[in-house]
């Protein structure tokens, strides 16, 4: 998988030395957003998160963020989380372009967050482990998968022809991803979904 230096505009900001700011890094390549506005708005979004014997502490740009967190700051910016790993399933997919969506998408693995675009990795360090590393799911711009929902959403019909209010083709593979997705916000099961493969 192809890797590009990427500090998200961090050094750019005024800001320096090493610390553990993959998501907000993350964030602003994906969301093409200045890195201290993200990083300004993920620290407020941390001041109505909650405390207690599991969670002592509350996220920070600068050192890191609670899933719960990350998950309104992306929605903020108009990103919705498809994920590609259920408990007691194994890895599905990995960090690899073949196995990931077109577009500016951010990639969680295990402690850590990445921003790929068109299947490009954009960071500090390449972090796909030789594209081994599982991924748990991924956020992407909700539009991407709008018509597919539209269209599946009525007759469960796997396709690969539509487009997106772009005008851009889903791919087979994003679509398989809007099913997974579908699968856990509609009343159908994925085995009436697959009855329909063509």
Same mark, same amino acid.
């Given at each position: 998988?192809?890797? /590009?230096?990427?500090?998200?505009? !961090?050094?750019?900001?005024?800001?320096? $030395?090493?610390?553990?700011?993959?998501?907000?890094?993350?964030?602003?390549?994906?969301?093409?957003?200045?890195?201290?506005?993200?990083?300004?708005?993920?620290?407020e979004?941390?001041? %109505?998160?909650?405390?207690? %014997?599991?969670?002592?502490?509350? %996220? /920070?740009?600068?050192?890191?963020?609670?899933?719960?967190?990350?998950? @309104?700051?992306?929605? *903020?910016? $108009?990103? +919705?989380?498809?994920? +590609?790993?259920?408990?007691?399933? $194994?890895?599905?997919? *990995?960090?690899?372009? #073949?196995?990931l969506p077109?577009?500016?998408?951010?990639?969680?693995? %295990?402690? *850590? #967050?990445?921003?790929?675009?068109?299947?490009?990795? /954009?960071?500090?360090?390449?972090?796909?482990?030789?594209? @081994?590393?599982?991924?748990?799911? &991924?956020?992407?711009? #909700?539009?991407?998968? @709008?018509?597919?929902?539209?269209?599946?959403?009525?007759? $469960?019909?796997?396709?690969?022809? &539509?487009?997106?209010?772009?005008?851009?083709?889903l791919? !087979?593979?994003?679509?398989? *991803?809007?099913?997974?997705?579908?699968?856990?916000?509609?009343?159908?099961?994925?085995?009436?979904?697959?009855?329909?493969?063509?």
């Amino acid at each position: 998988m192809k890797f /590009n230096y990427n500090d998200g505009g !961090r050094e750019a900001a005024g800001f320096k $030395g090493k610390t553990g700011d993959c998501v907000c890094r993350a964030i602003a390549i994906a969301a093409e957003r200045p890195y201290k506005e993200v990083y300004d708005l993920i620290n407020e979004y941390a001041k %109505s998160e909650r405390t207690g %014997s599991r969670k002592r502490g509350k %996220s /920070n740009a600068r050192t890191g963020v609670y899933k719960q967190t990350v998950r @309104k700051v992306m929605a *903020h910016y $108009g990103f +919705t989380w498809v994920p +590609t790993m259920q408990i007691g399933q $194994g890895c599905t997919v *990995h960090l690899c372009e #073949e196995e990931l969506p077109k577009g500016r998408i951010v990639v969680s693995v %295990s402690h *850590h #967050e990445v921003a790929v675009i068109d299947g490009v990795i /954009n960071d500090t360090y390449d972090p796909s482990r030789d594209e @081994k590393r599982c991924v748990y799911g &991924y956020y992407i711009k #909700e539009e991407r998968y @709008k018509v597919a929902y539209e269209i599946l959403a009525p007759s $469960g019909r796997w396709l690969t022809d &539509y487009i997106d209010n772009d005008g851009n083709g889903l791919t !087979r593979l994003e679509t398989a *991803h809007a099913i997974n997705e579908l699968r856990h916000n509609c009343q159908f099961s994925i085995m009436n979904i697959r009855k329909e493969v063509k």
